[in-house]
T-cell receptor, first 116, second 116 residues
Framework: AQKVTQAQTEISVVEKEDVTLDCVYE???????LFWYKQPPSGELVFLIR??????QNEISGRYSWNFQKSTSSFNFTITASQVVDSAVYFC?????????????FGKGTSLLVTP | DTEVTQTPKHLVMGMTNKKSLKCEQH?????MYWYKQKAKKPPELMFV???????INESVPSRFSPECPNSSLLNLHLHALQPEDSALYLC???????????????FGPGTRLTVL
């Protein structure tokens, strides 16, 4: 099965707190890609990061950081010093090849609310 | 031009109407996608076009009919929809197809469809 689990449905933090969003995936493939997207209330999905299965190096981009651990099939996302503008739904997704082409399977999303 | 545009932004239609959603990108991407997103749910893949050919059809009812007139345009023709089809319809494009590593998907803002 090609599956993504985001166990946290909703998280609420106060501004400037750090917050980690969990993502656990299942796949039989050795080559796959993992993504994080942000969906603010306006509705548009904003691409945040892509990670391929051969690259376990963690990545930092400003206040965002990602921890990819193949041993635990996890690809967690941390926001440092959260801001109100970070309030959105965050989706983790698994991209993989099927017989017909490729597909992007999304987790159910984590709704993050950052309050002043 | 580095964006995916979708028109209209909002659409209200009756169950007997025929309407079309339009998606356009001028990034030279070779794959385009339609997703359906119900409230508080992740996007679900409907169709994938790769090099203007339909490569994935996720068992979508025939009242949804996709069309890819050229590599920059993607339409979704709607006919005899049901109220449960009300959702946000997202279009996306990606640079590569098949086994290409350029597979990050760029999403449009979506069309919010209401079926009465």
């Amino acid at each position: 099965a090609q599956k993504v689990t985001q166990a946290q449905t909703e998280i609420s933090v106060v501004e400037k707190e750090d917050v980690t969003l969990d993502c656990v995936y299942e796949t039989r493939d050795t080559t796959y890609y993992l993504f994080w997207y942000k969906q603010p209330p306006s509705g548009e999905l904003v691409f945040l990061i892509r990670r391929n299965s051969f690259d376990e190096q963690n990545e930092i981009s400003g206040r965002y950081s990602w921890n990819f651990q193949k041993s635990t099939s996890s690809f967690n996302f941390t926001i440092t010093a959260s801001q109100v503008v970070d309030s959105a739904v965050y989706f983790c997704a698994l991209f993989f090849l099927t017989n017909s082409g490729y597909a992007l399977n999304f987790g159910k999303g984590t709704s993050l609310l950052v309050t002043p | 031009d580095t964006e995916v545009t979708q028109t209209p932004k909002h659409l209200v239609m009756g169950m007997t109407n025929k309407k079309s959603l339009k998606c356009e990108q001028h990034m030279g991407h070779r794959a385009m996608y339609w997703y359906k997103q119900k409230a508080k749910k992740p996007p679900e893949l409907m169709f994938v076009y790769s090099y203007e050919k339909l490569s994935i059809n996720e068992s979508v009812p025939s009242r949804f009919s996709p069309e890819c007139p050229n590599s920059s345009l993607l339409n979704l023709h709607l006919h005899a929809l049901q109220p449960e089809d009300s959702a946000l319809y997202l279009c996306a494009s990606s640079p590569g197809s098949g086994t290409s590593v350029n597979n990050e998907q760029f999403f449009g803002p979506g069309t919010r469809l209401t079926v009465l």
